[in-house]
């Protein structure tokens, strides 16, 4: 009689496909012969997020990877995790694509998105590592601007005392330049001028006809 296999076999590309589409609002995935798992993304509607943020492309040097996921999410529920490396959005193979037309790609597949990812692919603890003490030295140069900002350029208020006043106190007695500044210089009585007006420093004038 025949040997059935020692094992299940893989899945061939039309049964992961047939498998794994789902209607809206259901999420599954499944392996290929190749080890990539293909994860089907469905929403009801654009106004929810699909949870997750990439980074990555040939422009900076990285493949595509999942860097975030957000709890309870779609795409966390459909098994989707930091770190996973995206090779395909839907149809399309997104190897060698920018990080700009990445994101294209993902938002042309409008409520129905479909990633082959290699599981785990991306170190994403070990890139943080290494970007985080540049992210540090932004954060501590913007926090220099900041202060130097408002050391100089903030919202102070000073006394501005009219240089008229300075000089008439920095020539009074200390007694009567210890009172406060006069309101107004004209405003007082000739009485009162007549102190300053009749000072013999040499900055000070006289009374008018006085000889």
């Not at 893989?10 to 190749?34: F, L, N, V, Y």
């Not at 919202?155 to 006043?165: G, I, M, S």
């Amino acid at each position: 009689p025949p040997h059935s296999p020692a094992g299940p076999q893989p899945p061939t590309a039309a049964g992961i496909a047939q498998g794994t589409r789902k209607a809206a609002g259901e999420h599954s995935s499944a392996m290929d012969p190749q080890g990539y798992v293909v994860i089907n993304l469905r929403r009801h509607s654009s106004d929810k997020s699909w949870g997750f943020a990439v980074q990555g492309g040939s422009d900076m040097g990285l493949p595509v990877f999942v860097h975030k996921i957000t709890r309870n999410g779609i795409a966390h529920k459909s098994g989707l995790e930091p770190g996973d490396v995206i090779v395909k959005i839907c149809q399309t193979w997104c190897a060698d694509f920018s990080h700009g037309q990445v994101k294209a790609e993902i938002l042309r597949a409008g409520n129905e998105l479909d990633f082959t990812v290699k599981k785990r692919g991306f170190n994403v603890a070990a890139y943080a590592a290494q970007t985080a003490p540049s992210e540090q030295q932004q954060q501590r140069q913007s926090e220099v601007s900041e202060e130097h900002v408002w050391r100089h350029g903030g919202p102070t208020f000073k006394n501005v005392v009219p240089k008229t006043y300075q000089i008439l106190e920095s020539q009074l007695p200390q007694s009567e330049a210890a009172g406060p500044s006069p309101a107004s210089y004209k405003d007082r009585s000739m009485e009162e001028h007549s102190p300053y007006l009749k000072a013999q420093g040499p900055t000070i004038q006289r009374a008018f006809g006085e000889q």
